[in-house]
């Protein structure tokens, strides 16, 4: 496996798992590129690490066939693949100090003199000096890099990661994200990385599948995914979306825009960023993200270019973050919009019971199919524990 | 006065317990530094080491301690090893009639002693089995069996199953899995129960005085001796088996003590 690290592309063709009459993941095909730092995000129970550990070996697909390259893994054994894996909580041997639990892997495959990359790999993590303690005297980034370097020292063609940073705090995250990234970049070994949190994804991954419900909703690179949200959870999920009910008042025709009523007043969208049918008098959802919105007060509504859509609408709540600033409005067209303002010019004015207008490029409005569910993968309280 | 009390009443009550506790044992090595006037070692009269050295002067007294030893030592063997392995049969896997055995097994614990050693010798006696050696050993074993399982299962249950999932992917076959990860992590579980076993085993009388035949064990000779007179050297042996496991104890945790702060530093 050190010897023949070429990897080759993980492939999944037609993998799902079922457990009795619950269907965990639905039948998948998915292909991983050599070298990519890819993430499976969605929330929990959406199958990701059902997936992941189905790559790993530790779940029987119930259907379907796993790739290493050219090679059909499906029915080996995890202790046979050239796969490791950093678990969520790190599952380091309590009774084994750090250099054993990453000689581990080394020492299971018969490898003799171990010393020197076991030192090299606790070098990589910055943990030379902590050889000889055992796991529970370490802290939790701590044993996270440990886990890391045990999985990293026998050089898989694919490292499996099931949120390795959930345990962590805020700020020790954002530090091992970087981290993470950086021995990716370093070691050039195909990473696949299992989490819930959208903005781990996008920081870390080259490309990210949404997953909800056991199905893969969309997988692109983080921006088109952000920029082009092809579903109501896609969307909601991965940043937030002001998303509309609309009707279509002029649809795909020889103009390159779709024009559509909301509230009274009309809005227009590029059609290429609309994959729902636009029949005219059909239903359409319109979204755009909060941050692309410019916000004037009503008074001001005159200095506005022409050629933007507008909303008109009555702040309800103001929350100060300090780089911006996050306005909630109701408007005809839809109530709990949401506008982030940097915080450049601070127009005081602009007070819970103002009446606004708010405003955005056309281009930056995408359309989505009205059949589903507006609230799909909206974040509440109890999600986000 | 009254403060001084109410401040430290804790300590107080504290060292009232230990005492309670300490008092019955330091009769027994006291006296086993008497000489009595007659038979029975009840009054104190004066200091003497005879018995000491001389721990096997009376007729029997060691062999039955060797016997109970032999016993002890093979009885937590046989229980350990089968304890272990039903610890492991019942958290690890889902079959007919685990429920049953899971309750089952805590029988011999319920059950009353004298109960079970009477039952046992009618059923020994009606398979027709000699009674000695071998019928206290597969008493034994029987009794320490659910002390072991407890034991093992409490350990068995709190152990993450993702560290044998993490050796499995670490290229450690089922084998390795078990016998590098599994069995380490399972070991304090296993050497209480062992240790329990052990301490059941060799202070047993009830069960073992009805199914010895006439082998007789140390407990047994204890016993029987005491209708005639209370040799010194049984405080002597009692003495001794305290102290060894004292020892043992202190051993452990300055080993571990040790372990500790060269890895802290």
């Avoid at chain 1, 050239?82 to 990453?102: G, R």
């Avoid at chain 1, 781990?200 to 893969?216: H, I, K, Q, S």
């Avoid at chain 2, 000695?132 to 199953?161: E, N, Q, Y």
């Avoid at chain 2, 006439?214 to 009692?238: C, D, E, K, L």
């Amino acid at each position: 496996m050190t010897d023949t690290n070429t990897g080759g592309d993980v492939r999944l063709t037609g993998i799902s798992k079922t457990y009795g009459s619950f269907t965990a993941v639905h039948p998948l095909d998915l292909t991983v590129p050599q070298g990519s730092f890819f993430a499976l995000l969605g929330a929990s129970g959406c199958g990701k690490t059902t997936t992941l550990r189905m790559i790993a070996g530790l779940e029987e697909p119930t259907t379907g066939t796993v790739f290493l390259g050219d090679k059909d893994v499906t029915d080996l054994p995890p202790y046979k693949r050239p796969v490791n894996t950093v678990f969520q909580s790190y599952a380091l041997f309590p009774h084994l100090d750090i250099h054993e639990n990453v000689a581990f892997g080394l020492r299971r495959r018969g490898v003799r003199s171990v010393e020197k990359q076991v030192g090299e790999m606790l070098d990589l993590v910055q943990l030379g000096d902590y050889a000889r303690r055992k796991p529970h005297q370490l802290s939790g980034g701590q044993q996270q890099r440990v886990a890391v370097a045990r999985a990293l020292i026998n050089h898989p063609q694919v490292l499996l990661l099931d949120e390795p940073l959930g345990a962590l705090d805020l700020k020790l995250r954002r530090q091992m994200q970087l981290e993470l990234k950086r021995i990716q970049t370093e070691v050039g070994i195909t990473f696949i990385h299992v989490t819930h949190d959208q903005e781990e994804a996008m920081t870390m991954a080259d490309t990210v599948a949404v997953m909800n419900g056991g199905r893969v909703e969309q997988l692109g690179a983080p921006a088109e995914l952000y920029e082009n949200p092809r579903t109501t959870f896609v969307a909601n999920f991965l940043g937030t979306s002001n998303l509309i009910e609309a009707a279509v008042a002029e649809g795909r025709g020889a103009a390159s825009d779709i024009v559509v009523t909301a509230g009274g007043g009309t809005l227009r969208l590029p059609a290429d960023r609309c994959g729902a049918p636009t029949t005219t008098g059909g239903k359409l959802l319109v979204g755009v993200r909060p941050e692309k919105i410019s916000l004037v007060h009503a008074d001001d509504a005159g200095a506005i270019a022409a050629g933007r859509n507008q909303v008109t609408g009555r702040i309800v709540d103001t929350s100060f973050f300090g780089v911006s600033t996050q306005y909630v409005i109701d408007s005809p067209a839809g109530s709990g919009l949401q506008v982030y303002e940097q915080n450049i010019e601070r127009d005081s004015r602009l007070a819970p019971g103002a009446e606004v207008v708010l405003h955005w490029n056309p281009a930056h409005t995408f359309g989505l199919d009205a059949a589903q569910d507006i609230q799909a993968g909206v974040e509440t309280v109890e999600d986000a524990t | 006065m009254v403060r001084w009390i109410r401040r430290n009443l804790v300590v107080l009550a504290g060292l009232l317990t230990l005492a309670y506790l300490v008092l019955p044992n330091v009769i027994v090595m006291v006296f086993s530094f008497n000489k009595p006037a007659g038979r029975f070692n009840y009054t104190w009269r004066e200091f003497s080491t005879d018995a000491w050295r001389d721990p096997c002067g009376v007729a029997d007294l060691c062999g039955s301690l060797t016997l109970s030893l032999q016993i002890a030592a093979w009885a937590t063997l046989g229980a350990t090893v089968l304890g272990t392995m039903i610890a492991f049969a019942l958290v690890r896997y889902r079959f007919r009639a685990r429920g049953a055995v899971n309750s089952l097994i805590f029988l011999p614990m319920s059950m009353p002693e004298v109960v079970m050693a009477a039952s046992l010798l009618t059923l020994f006696l009606n398979m027709g089995a000699e009674l000695g050696f071998w019928t206290v050993l597969i008493a034994h074993i029987m009794f320490c069996l659910s002390f072991v399982v407890v034991a093992v299962k409490a350990r068995v249950m709190s152990m993450d199953p993702r560290l044998e999932e993490a050796a499995r992917d670490l290229y450690a076959g089922p084998a390795q899995t078990f016998l590098r990860v599994t069995l380490p992590i399972a070991a304090p579980g296993i050497a209480a129960g062992a240790l329990l076993a052990f301490a059941l085993s060799f202070d047993d009388f009830i069960i073992t005085n009805f199914n010895a035949g006439s082998t007789v064990t140390f407990p047994m000779f204890v016993w029987g001796s005491a209708q005639r007179g209370t040799p010194v050297q049984i405080n002597v042996i009692g003495t001794a088996m305290f102290v060894i496991a004292v020892l043992v104890v202190v051993a452990g945790q300055v080993a571990a003590g040790r372990r500790k702060r060269d890895t802290v530093r």
